[in-house]
């Protein structure tokens, strides 16, 4: 059984900074894609920030120059670095991977959340 497991969450004053980190537990082949999800109250889940095996970055315009993505592969392990954090980036962060693709299909997998709440 696959598990992706958060931790870093917590409360914050509006300009501080938090680092997550999510790691896997369980035999995973090959990791594409991992990265960050959040969702706040009353809003859909949406795109922080993933990174690809290669090291390429996809992230919300509403993030960048603020968070940071960073990626170990041998430890099929990812972080979320985030400064300068605002009232807004309150939400419930999830870790998400995505396998690589083997005849055409892939595996996507989520962490269980980890709450960030930054006080104004």
């Known amino acids: 059984q696959v598990q992706l497991v958060e931790s870093g969450g917590g409360l914050v004053q509006a300009g501080g900074s938090l680092r997550l980190s999510c790691t896997t537990s369980g035999s995973i082949f090959s990791l594409n894609r991992m990265g960050w999800y959040r969702q706040a109250p009353g809003n859909k889940r949406e795109l922080v920030v993933v990174?690809?095996?290669?090291?390429?970055?996809n992230s919300a315009d509403s993030v960048k120059g603020r968070f940071a993505i960073s990626r170990n592969n041998a430890k099929n392990t990812v972080y979320l670095q985030m400064s300068s954090l605002k009232p807004e980036d309150t939400a419930v962060y999830y870790c998400y991977a995505i396998t690589d693709a083997v005849g055409g299909v892939a595996y996507e997998y989520w962490g269980q959340g980890t709450q960030v709440t930054v006080s104004s």
């Open positions: 990174i690809t095996s290669g090291g390429s970055t």
